[in-house]
């Protein structure tokens, strides 16, 4: 006895007033804002690279992701390509290869780089040779602790380490990890 007892409820379309969307518009608007700012402050930040110094690896005009959650879980490794504030200007953001941490031992010569006494292995520079850039950084160089030392992968033509020295742990903004533009080149950095 189907549908003798049944009511039916019969929608009608609600018209909304003016107000209400153009409240419900601000509202949208408000938390899209409100999600990318604290999207940009604190998950993931994206940069565009202005100069050539992690050239093959990234290129000029390449534009990249630097997540910024996995370090306060733990500090950069060895290989890691990492933003950080530049020291002599900090407004600035820069990009550069991790090669050693605090207590290691780096050494720059006859085109290598040496950590702890082991030449590195780094497919990356596309061979290009490593050579001291200062003669303020007297080689072999101990990392302080709580420090880095960073190195751009196009060793020819990088202002890096050799010429600043060890950047602190606290300058660290993120972990390079992903380019996302231009479209045939994206993936992840490596």
């Known amino acids: ?22 409240i419900e518009l601000v509202v949208i608007v ?13 998950v993931v930040q994206p940069y ?23 370090y306060h879980f733990g500090e950069p490794k060895q290989g890691d390509i990492v933003t950080f504030k530049d020291m002599t200007n900090p407004s600035r953001v820069l990009i550069k290869r991790v090669i050693a941490l605090g207590g290691q031992t780096v050494d720059v010569h006859d085109g290598k780089v040496f950590v702890d006494g082991v030449a590195l292995n780094e497919p990356y520079t596309n061979g290009k040779q490593s050579e001291p850039l200062s003669s303020s950084i007297v080689y072999p160089y101990t990392v302080p602790a709580g420090s880095m030392w960073v190195m751009g992968d196009n060793r020819t033509n990088s202002s890096d380490s050799r010429a600043f020295g060890a950047v602190p742990l606290a300058n660290v903004t993120g972990h390079a990890f992903f380019r996302y533009w231009p479209v045939d080149r994206i993936g992840a950095l490596g």
């Open 1 to 22: 006895m189907q549908g003798a007892h049944e009511a039916q409820i019969e929608e009608k379309p609600r018209r909304r007033s003016g107000t209400s969307f153009i």
């Open 48 to 70: 565009e690279i202005p100069s050539g110094s992690m050239e093959q690896t990234i290129d000029v005009g390449d534009r990249v992701f630097s997540e910024k959650v996995s």
């Open 30 to 42: 408000a938390v899209a804002v409100g999600l990318a700012f604290l999207i940009t402050n604190f």
